[in-house]
């Protein structure tokens, strides 16, 4: 999860990491950043600083490994 495109590579040396899901928290200059966006991250978040949205998939992610 991050806040600029720099955060996209956060965790490209992770070991044992099988899948990566990207998140993307849009704030600023939504118009003109929205396609770049877009393109790189899975999921992009308009306008919303909260964890919601991370957190309800984290949710899903461990009750389907109970």
């Keep these: 999860m991050g806040d600029s495109l720099g955060d996209?590579?956060?965790?490209?040396?992770?070991?044992?990491?099988?899948?990566k899901l990207k998140i993307g928290f849009l704030?600023?200059?939504v118009e003109e950043s929205l396609e770049?966006?877009?393109k790189k991250y899975d999921i992009v978040i308009l306008e919303d600083e909260t964890l919601n949205v991370g957190n309800a998939i984290l949710r899903k992610v461990l009750q389907s490994k109970q």
Excluded: I, S
């Design 8 to 19: 996209l590579h956060m965790a490209d040396r992770a070991v044992g990491v099988q899948n």
């Design 36 to 38: 770049l966006y877009m």
């Design 27 to 29: 704030n600023v200059k």
